[in-house]
């Protein structure tokens, strides 16, 4: 009987992957011949087949990866490596995971510096509206002192019109 590049894959994966059974088990179970199975583990070094096996990469939350480096700091050599086995984990995604985590601990830090050319367009728009505000706002209250300073001067000095009137008298 011929079986897919892909169901071969999956068998090899169960004999050989994290969560191993042995092929007289996985044969008893699927109804393949043990010595088939076998020859498809022995095949797999020989024909690289692990390339076509579908990687299950297990999907962490920023807050899992969070724990796995916190309790990973605090392991001895020895026990790192226990502990990434049971995790699931290579060296490489925890050395990536501690770089991370240790930029953003470094930019949590420093102040944010924002450039001008990430501001989106409604921060620009808000920016501008606000400039346009401050400037009306001054102008406001350089009228409003004027108006001030007008009043007084009449208070004091009195109402020029009338002035005017009886001195060209008409």
């Keep these: 009987m011929s079986y897919t ?3 071969k894959a999956r068998m090899i994966e169960r004999i050989a992957g994290p969560e191993r059974i042995s092929a007289s088990a996985l044969s008893k179970e699927v109804g393949i ?9 022995r095949q797999r070094s020989l024909l690289r087949m692990t390339d ?10 920023p807050t899992e990866k969070l724990r796995v480096v916190q309790e990973a700091s605090q392991l001895t050599d020895d026990e790192l490596g226990t502990f990434m086995r049971r995790e699931g ?4 995604q925890l050395k990536e995971w501690i770089e991370v985590a240790n930029a953003a601990a470094l930019s949590s830090l ?3 510096k924002r ?13 501008a509206l606000r400039k346009e505000l401050n400037r009306k706002d001054k102008a406001l209250a350089e009228v409003t002192a ?3 300073l007008k009043k007084r001067i009449q208070e ?11 001195r060209s008298g008409t």
């Design 5 to 7: 590049t892909g169901f």
């Design 33 to 41: 011949p043990q010595p088939t199975l076998s020859r498809w583990v």
């Design 52 to 61: 076509e096996i579908p990687k299950k990469r297990r999907a962490w939350t």
């Design 89 to 92: 984990l290579h060296a490489s």
């Design 110 to 112: 420093a102040p944010a």
């Design 115 to 127: 450039s001008r050319a990430k501001k989106s367009p409604e921060e620009q728009q808000i920016q």
């Design 146 to 148: 004027i108006l001030a």
């Design 156 to 166: 004091i000095w009195g109402d020029a019109d009338d002035d005017m009137d009886t």
